[in-house]
């Protein structure tokens, strides 16, 4: 049972192993990058952040899609975290997910600051106007006890 897709570069740190997946419930988390997998250190230092009593797991987005349509994900409670809003918006496409989590989208020299952890360029806004009119809910919150905020509101 997937109980949450969220979008956020860091893919795993104290946010998401300890606030989230506690407040979740969930018991495995799926960590989606499409480059992540071609860095050894980097997979290493993901895999040192594993909360006790977690699963993590660390796949592309096909890979992904692949397992979750598979049905071999079904016996978890199932934390997904997207590196990016494309590999999400993909994700949810193609599994039939109706809601995205925006926690952390780093600063670029295109991207306008929405909010603390939020940089939006032309491409994510279109982006979330597309999800949002194929009804996905799109809100940002950090952490499980701030409050949601709409992300069409931004675009």
């Not at 988390?29 to 997979?43: A, C, F, Q």
């Not at 360029?121 to 949601?148: C, H, R, T, W, Y």
Request: proline share 3%; with cysteine.
């Amino acid at each position: 049972m997937i109980k949450m897709v969220r979008v956020d570069y860091r893919l795993l740190h104290g946010q998401v192993a300890f606030s989230w997946t506690q407040a979740l419930g969930a018991d495995a988390l799926l960590l989606v990058s499409d480059t992540v997998k071609n860095d050894p250190l980097r997979m290493k230092a993901l895999r040192l952040a594993k909360p006790a009593g977690t699963k993590v797991v660390i796949k592309t987005s096909d890979e992904a899609i692949q397992q979750i349509k598979s049905g071999v994900t079904d016996k978890y409670k199932l934390f997904i975290i997207c590196e990016t809003l494309p590999i999400a918006s993909k994700l949810v496409k193609e599994i039939g997910e109706k809601a995205i989590n925006l926690g952390n989208m780093p600063f670029a020299e295109d991207k306008e600051q929405v909010t603390k952890s939020i940089f939006l360029n032309k491409e994510d806004k279109e982006l979330i106007k597309e999800l949002a009119d194929q009804g996905v809910d799109l809100f940002i919150q950090m952490v499980p006890s701030e409050n949601k905020i709409d992300a069409k509101k931004f675009i």
